[in-house]
């Protein structure tokens, strides 16, 4: 069974910092694409980064670009988010999801984690 599972979130103040976790199981994790979304109340979700297990390819939104760092640790199973600077628009609900395409797109996703919550205060 495909899982996973998201850690890291909370409360933060405007400038501060947070690491999200991605934790997966159940599938080849060097065949997959992992990306964060996330969710802010009354907004579609957005992509905002993503990362090749297999070659460690990145890509990153202009919203986040310089600001959040995606890394992987192929040993254990974990992608991280690396998100400084925070802003209060960067408040939500952040979702790590899998796909098998080597470089998905946003809509390419096929297993999805339970989300986390950030949230920014100003």
């Known amino acids: 069974e495909v899982q996973l599972v998201e850690s890291g979130g909370g409360l933060v103040q405007a400038g501060g910092s947070l690491r999200l976790s991605c934790a997966a199981s159940?599938?080849?994790?060097?065949?997959?694409?992992i990306g964060w979304f996330r969710q802010a109340p009354g907004k579609e979700r957005e992509g905002v980064s993503c990362?090749?297990?297999?070659?460690?390819?990145?890509y990153y939104e202009d919203s986040v670009k310089g600001r959040f760092t995606i890394s992987s640790d192929n040993a254990k199973n974990t992608v991280y988010l690396q998100m400084n600077s925070l802003r209060p628009e960067d408040t939500a609900v952040y979702y790590c999801a899998a796909s098998v395409v080597v470089a998905p797109g946003w809509g390419e996703y096929d297993y999805w984690g339970q989300g986390t919550q950030v949230t920014v205060s100003s």
């Open positions: 990362i090749s297990s297999s070659d460690g390819s990145t």
């Open positions: 159940g599938f080849t994790f060097d065949d997959y694409a």
